[in-house]
């Protein structure tokens, strides 16, 4: 270390500096960011509850219907844990190593140690409040449920909540000062293989979801009928096998539960304690000495070492300007990790996501409404995923960033070069769009074993899946050359969605329902106007929602592409 | 090359011209110094040239194009290296250049004879296949000038282009001004650096506030090059004697340190007293 002394008046200073910097000053602060801030925060609390109401009911078929109330108490407890290190270890890397304020503070007259402890105290606070947020719900439900079961919940239970997730939470911390300098040095030697980061990328993301499916089918599936699989006798000893043998994981529990629900005596609460308490302090010993061992070399070699720059030979050759800008845009997607993920790897995945989400909304669907669902749901399946690639064109201009006046000053029509991102991303989305319609014909088209839908409604599904994509492609590029947000950060990219994307969500979403419910309702009801049918059959259906999309298409080209050129010289950094 | 007239921009919730009534002509073969300081307009004034900016009155025309009427064509005969010196940083520099040469319809054997040119002359041999994010700053410029120069521009627009760079690529670039314009091609370039401008320009201009205040030849007029620090500083209002003494005694001392040859004897002896 460069200076190992620490004063209490720089700590606080640093501090005050780290927080002002993270929330911005409370000086200054005008209406329209506190209704935003008070917005995210109402936001935040939606989201938060259902996602508790969830985890509650997921407690309710663990604790109560199925007696598993110590197995899930270890399983939450493990499953958290893992995922608050994760979170610890980003936040550890992001603060601690990869902040770009780590140059300006060596400038100032504090000392490494004042830094690395400011930083520190930060990064513990953040992964407490992750904690917290993370498993305080696991356990508060488990007291509701338990208690209403006919368990002896006590107010001491809370109490007991409380300490264990504050002993819990120096684990993550500890783990991720250990682990962030090793991950860091994996994702370094990754970032530049572009290709391998994006089929990870697909891979997590894919798996992620998949995982995220077959929860929620197994959830749907137990209140359907509640002899499923995930409780036949097997899964049950499996269940118990883990609840014994899951390692420190189960420490927790008995501490928190060992009385109440596995019958463990005081004296093994007791050892649990002391084998928590042994592996926190050994694992805090361990993190404190790695961290200060290599805190001031990783940033030094952040500051002045050479990094590893991406190289790729190639030859000069002559592109026609139009290809050339394709290529341009293209390059920037795939060689941005941010960019990549948000872009690319949702548009590869989204036919194995259509498939999933669509099987399990078809499986229960089918089975309450009826088979004449399979076509409506299909098509809002689709356009919702095709929503969620093409919303990306919403930030095409503004991706530009510090490099949007090269977009003037060549000699390339502004239309051309907007129609050229145009074709980029129809062209992505097009073909996601084609081979979730193909997933979607497999599962459930003539060939399938249990067919629900024909070719015509494949090919209409197809067709009218493809021009509503076009047409919210037209209208994420017009909203962005509209009133770009040219806001870049670090190394020039932009890290914030701006307000166009989420319009061109909110647009996609609401044309995705308003089709999908119309071929839903229509398929099983008629429409009559006097003696005549306006809709008879799903074929009615498919032709008046292609004329809808005809008009949807043509009016977003229309908007995007009349006195483009005007509008787009207008545009000024 | 470049003929502008009565340029007036303004821009949307500004109440002043940030550019007012400008107008001037560049003739081919020359190079063309553009002075003011911070926020005078000669920044604003360029980005109209170049296209970036709308303005609301005023005509520009680059090889007989007009930039709002032809703007093709008036970009086809222009280079333009920005202040910033932004480019495409997920580009290879070699990827960069193709770029530029593709957009510009430069054919392969001009771009390759023209690409291994500059990249030898600025040493970029080893840069050129990594990411211009890994350049430093002297080396993006260099990569932005070569990406200005690969289509042979007749005007080439150089808005600060010394700021940040070591004194063998500002010599490679006052150089590659001077190729340049013996070909016939005309440079336009801003700058703070008075002395540079006297060395270099043929003609240059001063703009304050946003208006043209002041015009006149360099070349082979030596009263204009001696009086052009005093001239600049009255101009922009900034003129204090004691300052403009030290600066123009210590430009002396730096740029003609012969002119200690001639002083007198007297002269030396009171020096050394001091």
């Known amino acids: 270390m460069r200076q190992s002394k620490i004063s209490a008046s720089s700590l606080k200073a640093l501090i005050k500096l780290d927080v002002i910097g993270r929330f911005g000053s409370r000086k200054d602060v005008s209406n329209k960011d506190i209704i935003s801030r008070i917005f995210n925060i109402l936001f935040s609390v939606i989201i938060y509850g259902v996602v508790v109401f969830g985890i509650y009911e997921l407690t309710n078929i663990f604790v109560k219907r199925s007696g598993l109330g110590y197995e899930w108490l270890v399983m939450v407890t493990g499953l958290t844990m893992i995922l608050a290190t994760i979170i610890s270890i980003v936040t550890v890397m992001k603060n601690l190593y990869m902040n770009g304020d780590n140059e300006l503070l060596l400038q100032f007259p504090v000392t490494s140690a004042e830094i690395l402890l400011s930083k520190s105290i930060y990064c513990f606070i953040h992964n407490i409040c992750v904690c917290m947020i993370l498993i305080l719900p696991f356990y508060v439900s488990f007291g509701v449920v338990a208690g209403d079961?006919?368990?002896?919940?006590?107010?001491?239970?809370?109490?007991?909540?409380?300490?264990?997730?504050?002993l819990i939470s120096f684990i993550p911390f500890a783990l991720a000062n250990i682990l962030a300098v090793p991950v860091m040095m994996v994702v370094n030697k990754l970032k530049n293989r572009h290709l391998l980061m994006l089929i990870i990328l697909i891979v997590l993301l894919v798996g992620a979801f998949i995982a995220y499916m077959e929860v929620i089918r197994m959830i749907l599936r137990y209140f359907q009928s509640e002899s499923v699989s995930i409780f036949s006798p097997q899964m049950i000893s499996t269940y118990k096998y883990f609840g014994r043998m899951a390692y420190p994981f189960k420490w927790y529990a008995n501490m928190l539960s060992g009385t109440i629900l596995a019958g463990i005596s005081h004296k093994e609460i007791g050892l649990s304690f002391l084998y928590v308490m042994l592996i926190t302090v050994a694992l805090l010993v361990a993190g404190f000495f790695v961290t200060i061992k290599l805190y001031y070399k990783t940033i030094l070699w952040g500051i002045e070492g050479t990094k590893e720059a991406f190289k790729h030979k190639t030859r000069m050759r002559k592109h026609s300007q139009f290809e050339a800008s394709l290529r341009r845009e293209f390059l920037l997607i795939y060689r941005s990790f941010n960019y990549s993920f948000q872009y690319l790897a949702m548009a590869i995945a989204a036919p194995i996501m259509v498939y999933y989400c669509n099987n399990l909304a078809v499986e229960f669907g089918s089975s309450s409404v009826g088979p004449k669902i399979v076509p409506g749901l299909s098509l809002l399946v689709i356009i919702i995923f095709s929503t969620m690639i093409?919303?990306?064109?919403?930030?095409?201009?503004?991706?530009?960033?510090?490099?949007?006046?090269?977009?003037k000053i060549i000699p390339m029509k502004y239309t051309t070069q907007v129609i050229s991102k145009f074709v980029l991303?129809?062209?992505?989305?097009?073909?996601s769009v084609a081979l979730s319609t193909l997933a979607i014909g497999l599962a459930f088209g003539p060939g399938a074993k249990k067919p629900l839908i024909g070719y015509t409604d494949i090919f209409a599904i197809w067709g009218i899946s493809e021009m509503i994509t076009m047409a919210l492609t037209c209208l994420s590029v017009w909203a962005d050359v509209k009133s770009p947000t040219f806001n870049v950060a670090g190394d020039g990219e932009m890290v914030k969605a701006n307000k166009n994307l989420a319009i061109a969500l909110g647009v996609g979403i609401v044309v995705a329902v308003g089709f999908g419910v119309f071929a839903i309702i229509f398929n099983y009801i008629k429409w009559a106007v006097g003696n005549s049918y306006l809709i008879d059959s799903i074929n009615d259906v498919y032709i008046a929602l292609t004329i809808a999309s005809i008009v949807i298409l043509g009016a977003s080209a229309s908007v995007l592409f009349a006195n483009l050129n005007k509008r787009y010289m207008k545009i000024v950094p | 090359m470049l003929k502008v007239e009565g340029l007036t921009k303004r821009y949307p919730k500004s109440d002043r011209y940030s550019v007012k009534d400008i107008s001037f002509e560049l003739k081919p073969g020359e190079i063309f110094g553009f002075l003011g300081q911070n926020g005078a307009g000669k920044s604003t004034t360029i980005k109209c040239i170049t296209g970036i900016l709308p303005f609301d009155s005023g005509t520009i025309e680059i090889c007989g194009h007009d930039i709002v009427k032809d703007p093709i064509g008036a970009k086809l005969e222009m280079g333009y290296v920005p202040d910033n010196h932004s480019v495409y940083e997920k580009l290879t520099g070699r990827e960069y250049v193709n770029y530029v040469a593709d957009i510009y319809r430069v054919s392969k054997e001009k771009r390759v004879e023209i690409y291994n040119q500059y990249i030898e002359l600025f040493k970029l041999q080893e840069a050129q296949d990594k990411q211009i994010k890994s350049y430093s700053h002297g080396m993006k410029q260099k990569i932005c000038i070569i990406s200005t120069l690969v289509h042979e521009p007749k005007l080439w627009i150089l808005d600060e282009p010394m700021i940040g760079l070591d004194p063998q690529a500002i010599a490679e670039i006052i150089a590659l001004m001077k190729q340049h314009v013996a070909k016939?091609?005309?440079?336009?370039?801003?700058?703070?650096?008075?002395?540079?401008?006297?060395?270099?320009?043929d003609r240059c201009a001063v703009v304050n506030r946003g208006e043209m205040v002041d015009f006149f030849d360099l070349k082979d007029n030596e009263e204009?090059?001696?009086?052009?620090?005093?001239?600049?500083f009255k101009i922009t209002g900034t003129y204090e004697e004691r300052l403009f003494k030290d600066y123009a005694s210590?430009?002396?001392a730096d740029v003609r340190p012969d002119t200690e040859a001639e002083?007198?004897?007297?002269e030396a002896e009171e020096d050394e007293t001091k």
């Open chain 2, 263 to 266: 002083k007198t004897e007297g």
């Open chain 2, 224 to 232: 204009n090059k001696k009086n052009l620090e005093e001239r600049f």
């Open chain 1, 149 to 166: 079961a006919g368990f002896t919940i006590s107010k001491g239970y809370y109490v007991e909540v409380i300490v264990d997730i504050f």
């Open chain 1, 425 to 431: 991303y129809s062209i992505v989305a097009v073909i």
């Open chain 1, 390 to 407: 093409v919303s990306f064109a919403a930030t095409t201009i503004s991706r530009e960033g510090s490099e949007f006046y090269l977009t």
């Open chain 2, 184 to 201: 016939g091609n005309t440079v336009f370039f801003s700058s703070h650096n008075l002395d540079l401008v006297k060395k270099l320009c």
């Open chain 2, 250 to 252: 210590q430009e002396l």
